[in-house]
């Protein structure tokens, strides 16, 4: 699995609040599905990408067939999609960039393809693989540490999930 240092991450998820989700499903069972509920409900705009749900919704949110279809801003394209699917979207992220000011490519966990984040990167966006921003959030913000999973703080308080405006917070004081 690919290491990202916690302060990127944090940094990613603080930053960037406009997702575009490729591969976003309507069936609840889903990954995609809660991922996309539970970053909705932490504030974040995500709109799905789904070439055989366009034109209807998933969770009241409109679903576009691609990212040229997509209305700016999108600064994350998360991709939920299988990993040999991952050169194409960033091919398409990359002509859609500076319309939509993405500045992040997104591999959803299992999604690791080297092709793709080299193209990503050299174009200077900054890429993620094999990581999930709903794992990530309720990592940092604590929920997950809730559940017993080691979160990397040793900690009896209960962590801020927000600031002023909604935006993530997590004191790096408070490490162990």
């Known amino acids: 699995m690919p290491t990202y240092p916690d302060d990127l991450i944090k940094s990613i998820l603080r930053n960037n609040r406009y997702i575009a989700m490729v591969g976003a499903s309507g069936n609840e069972m889903r ?10 409900d932490k ?50 992220a990359l002509a859609e960039r500076e319309r939509l000011g993405i500045k992040v490519i997104w591999m959803q966990l299992t999604v690791i393809n080297e092709e793709a984040a080299k193209m990503a990167e050299d174009a200077g966006l ?3 693989m094999d990581r999930c921003p ?10 997950i540490g809730w559940m017993g999973i080691n979160r990397k703080l040793i900690d009896n308080r209960k962590p801020k999930l927000f600031g002023k405006g909604g935006s993530l917070m997590i004191d790096d004081k408070r490490r162990a």
């Not at 990954?31 to 909705?40: R, T, V």
């Not at 789904?50 to 600064?75: C, F, H, R, T």
């Not at 709903?134 to 929920?143: N, P, Q, T």
């Open 31 to 40: 990954p995609s599905y809660f991922a996309m509920k539970y970053l909705l």
């Open 43 to 92: 504030g974040y705009r995500v709109r799905p990408v789904n070439p055989g749900l366009a034109g209807k919704k998933i969770l009241n949110q409109d679903v576009y067939a691609s990212l040229k279809d997509v209305p700016a801003p999108i600064e994350i394209v998360d991709i939920f999609r299988g990993p040999e699917y991952a050169p194409a979207i960033v091919k398409e």
């Open 126 to 128: 900054t890429v993620i």
């Open 134 to 143: 709903k794992i990530e959030y309720g990592r940092f913000c604590g929920e």
